[in-house]
């Protein structure tokens, strides 16, 4: 059994909610805790977390959804090479209709742009192999749980000797910009709720330096609504007890050290660079760009395109609601003129966006 | 985009298994994951990659903590 229905049991979801608000009696000041995972974003709305937390438990929503951070420039060079001759995007489906300055992948294919979503970016490879006369150029987007498998796709070509096959990379890490949201004094961030599948790649010992030199509490949680509950319960219980560590509510699927076959054929086919988010800026460290050694693969150094100047949409809060500054509701273009069906931000394009959340299942 | 799912290994040829969940079949690599996979296993698949084998010995464990949480009457009922 794959116990999907032991983890959404309703006793045990109630269980804690009733545990959690007990021990949060035992501290008069509230507590914030931050989910840096989309997935967690999604869960947390769906089924109506907040509402089962006491007033003094806050949930942060910060910058978890890859494609919401990713900025505008990348988007503009993304449809700049869809522009190119014999040239064939592929890409997860989420970036399709992400707003660029002035125009998205989705507007590029309906003026004729060859832009195709594929599940694996190994359906890329193979869609190189099948179009030897094409480019074939995969986005690459997303935090370390994506990442190794783009770079397996990159080994996976360079096994076929195919020359065909590039990648336009904007990875990120996850755990530079949480050292660097706990310490917004603003923000006041009493905990982490650390992502489940990232951490099935970095390992929950990613997260020692943050919780023991920085003294943030951490628990890497499972999706499951259980598995929210019991990770916000652990959070409460460390910061009512004044502790702070590293603890692993996910240890059915998440180790200490992580994947390490995975984390070496990341260092294989990337270095680390710095990187910039929307919403937060320029962070040094916290990307991943193709190492030199795969440079061939590289679709910025190989394909030079001029990109056109960025523009930012006007009045949209995406990157204060990453920051965990604002929640959707503070937009003033939240259901009004930014709704799923027509997106002015990234957060609202991506299933996994947390205004996409608070519009889904939030209103 | 980081969400995987849990699926249980029904073949393994080389590098690539099948997994099924819910009656839907996938085809996932084994190229990013250094553990021993079965048949039969349940595996969280990403992008098209086994990323990790789910621990049953660990779930069980958190499944009995989660038991505790639980009314007096429902877990008589359970």
């Known amino acids: 059994m794959n116990y999907m229905d032991e983890f959404r049991d309703r006793d045990v979801v109630l269980g804690y909610a009733a545990q959690i608000r007990k021990l949060s009696e035992q501290r008069p000041e509230p507590m914030a805790f931050m989910e840096v995972c989309g997935t967690h974003t999604m869960s947390i709305y769906?089924?109506?977390?907040?509402?089962?937390?006491?007033?003094?438990?806050?949930?942060?929503?910060?910058?978890?959804?890859?494609?919401?951070?990713?900025?505008?420039?990348?988007?503009?060079?993304?449809?700049?090479?869809?522009?190119?001759?014999?040239?064939?995007?592929?890409?997860?489906?989420?970036?399709?209709?992400?707003?660029?300055?002035?125009?998205?992948?989705?507007?590029?294919?309906?003026?004729?742009?060859?832009?195709?979503?594929?599940?694996?970016?190994?359906?890329?490879?193979?869609?190189?192999?099948?179009?030897?006369?094409?480019?074939?150029?995969?986005?690459?987007?997303?935090?370390?749980?994506?990442?190794?498998?783009?770079?397996?796709?990159?080994?996976?070509?360079?096994?076929?000797?195919?020359?065909?096959?590039?990648?336009?990379?904007?990875?990120?890490?996850?755990?530079?910009?949480?050292?660097?949201?706990?310490?917004?004094?603003?923000?006041?961030?009493?905990?982490?709720?650390?992502?489940?599948?990232?951490?099935?790649?970095?390992?929950?010992?990613?997260?020692?330096?943050?919780?023991?030199?920085?003294?943030?509490?951490?628990?890497?949680?499972?999706?499951?609504?259980?598995?929210?509950?019991?990770?916000?319960?652990?959070?409460?219980?460390?910061?009512?007890?004044?502790?702070?560590?590293?603890?692993?509510?996910?240890?059915?699927?998440?180790?200490?050290?992580?994947?390490?076959?995975?984390?070496?054929?990341?260092?294989?086919?990337?270095?680390?660079?710095?990187?910039?988010?929307?919403?937060?800026?320029?962070?040094?460290?916290s990307g991943l760009e193709i190492a030199a050694d795969y440079a061939a693969y590289d679709a910025e150094k190989v394909l030079p395109v001029s990109v056109e100047e960025t523009r930012e949409h006007q009045g949209c809060r995406c990157g204060d609601i990453l920051r965990g500054k604002v929640s959707p509701f503070d937009c003033p273009l939240f259901d009004r003129a930014c709704t799923p069906e027509s997106p002015v931000g990234a957060c609202m394009v991506s299933s996994e966006g947390t205004c996409a959340a608070a519009y889904k299942y939030g209103r | 985009m980081c969400l995987a799912i849990p699926m249980r290994v029904l073949s393994i040829d080389g590098d690539t298994i099948v997994a099924e969940i819910d009656g839907v079949k996938r085809e996932a690599s084994l190229m990013i994951i250094g553990e021993e996979i079965g048949v039969g296993d349940y595996v969280v698949v990403h992008a098209g990659f086994v990323i990790s084998r789910m621990d049953e010995k660990e779930a069980l464990i958190t499944l009995e903590l989660m038991k505790e949480m639980k009314p007096e009457s429902a877990t008589a009922s359970a």
């Open chain 1, 46 to 285: 769906q089924y109506g977390i907040r509402s089962l937390l006491p007033e003094g438990v806050r949930l942060i929503s910060g910058p978890g959804c890859p494609v919401c951070v990713t900025p505008n420039r990348y988007i503009d060079r993304a449809i700049a090479i869809s522009r190119l001759s014999d040239t064939i995007i592929t890409t997860f489906g989420d970036m399709l209709r992400v707003p660029g300055s002035s125009s998205s992948l989705m507007e590029e294919r309906a003026r004729g742009a060859d832009v195709r979503i594929v599940y694996s970016p190994l359906d890329a490879v193979a869609i190189a192999r099948k179009n030897p006369c094409k480019r074939v150029v995969f986005l690459g987007v997303g935090f370390e749980t994506t990442a190794p498998a783009i770079a397996a796709s990159i080994l996976a070509a360079t096994g076929d000797g195919l020359a065909n096959y590039l990648v336009l990379a904007a990875h990120k890490t996850i755990p530079l910009p949480m050292e660097l949201l706990s310490s917004d004094p603003e923000l006041k961030i009493d905990g982490y709720i650390c992502p489940a599948h990232v951490s099935a790649i970095i390992g929950a010992n990613a997260f020692r330096g943050l919780a023991e030199q920085r003294g943030v509490p951490c628990v890497v949680t499972g999706f499951e609504p259980a598995d929210v509950m019991q990770g916000v319960e652990m959070l409460v219980r460390q910061v009512v007890e004044g502790k702070s560590r590293v603890e692993n509510q996910y240890s059915r699927v998440v180790t200490w050290e992580g994947n390490c076959k995975a984390q070496s054929v990341l260092a294989q086919v990337f270095s680390v660079c710095d990187a910039e988010w929307r919403g937060i800026g320029v962070i040094p460290g």
